[in-house]
């Protein structure tokens, strides 16, 4: 194989590639980047068994093939030559890359055995506004679980019917779910899709113009100019949220956003090392009481709300509420309470297509 094209241009598909590079893997290949050299182009591929990349750069093909390089080292050295021509030339178990007056050499792999990306996904598709995507995936993709108990709470459900979409993730502690409208789809549609491809999802497509999403026998797709974005999505159940959220509420508080986000976030500043980060809310009329102690020191801020319904008192994981808190839009939000040691719900005042439920931390002197 041997090709030459533009720094800048590698470089950018080497960033967007890499991400998909196994970390931690007994399967060599699997921390490779691909390059294969067809015709003008240069197509890069990475995948680590869950999620693959694909991006194509325009190049001057001299000799066609297929080469392995080493992911995070090729795309460390590249981004260094982002001003030059760079020349790629892979022969015998090695590639030189020649850039101005100087040559350097990779071992690669042969190609051979690197897993075959399929980008034959196209049986049910729906179209989105990119900026309702990009919105419902920054609105949920942080609520999912991280560990492996439960593979399916590491993804998002995405219920497609009646023209919209319903978004939701939850990690056993926290829930959210949001409803945006959908320009069209070919069938309703109830599918998992990995956080982690989510957010990369939302880092390749526009902020504007609509995007399509095609979905096939468990894969998802998604293609934005000459990058293809292909992810496995996970099967089984997911939770019904219908099952999770109170239908009804005791307590219920309007509150400044801003006011609230900053006194939240003073008091978890003293408990940031502590294990759940505990903060307490004490709401009676026209106030909520925040406060938080640790051994480094205490805090106690008022801040106004209106307020309807019973007093109530309880304790929260201070990151679960600044985290909804900053999701939500509007200037004003609603929070909704029972007791101290039910589930409550975090919402805008207005518009409630956005919902966040956080279960709280028992306190010694709850009932």
């Known amino acids: 194989m041997k090709v030459v094209c533009e720094g800048i241009n590698l470089s950018e598909a080497v960033l967007k590639v890499v991400k998909a590079c196994a970390v931690r893997t007994t399967v060599p290949l699997l921390e490779c980047i691909k390059l294969a050299a067809r015709n003008d182009g240069l197509t890069l591929s990475a995948t680590d068994g869950e999620i693959s990349i694909q991006k194509t750069v325009k190049a001057e093909v001299y000799e066609e093939g297929d080469v392995c390089v080493p992911g995070r080292y090729f795309s460390d050295f590249i981004k260094k030559l982002e001003d030059v021509q760079i020349t790629l030339f892979a022969e015998g178990g090695r590639m030189e890359i020649a850039y101005a007056d100087s040559q350097s050499y990779m071992q690669t792999l042969p190609a051979e055995d690197f897993p075959n990306i399929s980008t034959d996904i196209s049986e049910n598709s729906f179209v989105m506004e990119a900026a309702d995507l990009k919105r419902v995936i920054n609105s949920t993709s942080f609520c999912c679980a991280t560990d492996d108990s439960r593979p399916n709470l590491k993804g998002c459900q995405f219920l497609v019917s009646g023209g919209s979409v319903c978004v939701t993730a939850l990690d056993g502690f926290r829930l959210a779910t949001v409803t945006a409208p959908v320009k069209s789809a070919t069938a309703e549609l109830n599918i998992i899709c990995p956080a982690r491809t989510l957010n990369e999802i939302e880092k390749m497509i526009p902020s504007e113009g609509e995007t399509e999403i095609f979905v096939a026998r468990g894969m998802i797709l998604v293609s934005v100019d000459d990058t293809v974005l292909t992810s496995r999505l996970y099967g089984g159940e997911f939770i019904k ?59 106690q801020e008022p801040v106004k709300a209106e307020t309807e319904g019973h007093d109530v008192k309880i304790a929260m994981n201070s990151k679960f509420i600044t985290e909804a808190v900053s999701a939500l839009s509007e200037e004003k939000i609603t929070l909704s309470f029972n007791n101290g040691v039910q589930p409550f719900i975090c919402t805008n005042a207005e518009n409630k297509d956005v919902l966040y439920l956080i279960l709280p931390v028992r306190m010694a002197n709850n009932a």
């Not at 400044?256 to 009676?284: C, G, P, Q, T």
Request: charged letters at 25%; zero cysteines.
């Open 241 to 299: 949220k219908e099952n999770i959220i109170p239908r009804s509420f005791s307590t219920v508080v309007t509150v400044d956003k801003s006011a609230l986000k900053n006194s939240i976030e003073r008091a978890a500043i003293l408990v940031r090392s502590d294990k759940n980060s505990l903060i307490i809310f004490d709401i009676s009329s026209g106030r909520i009481e925040i406060s938080s102690n640790s051994e480094i020191g205490n805090v």
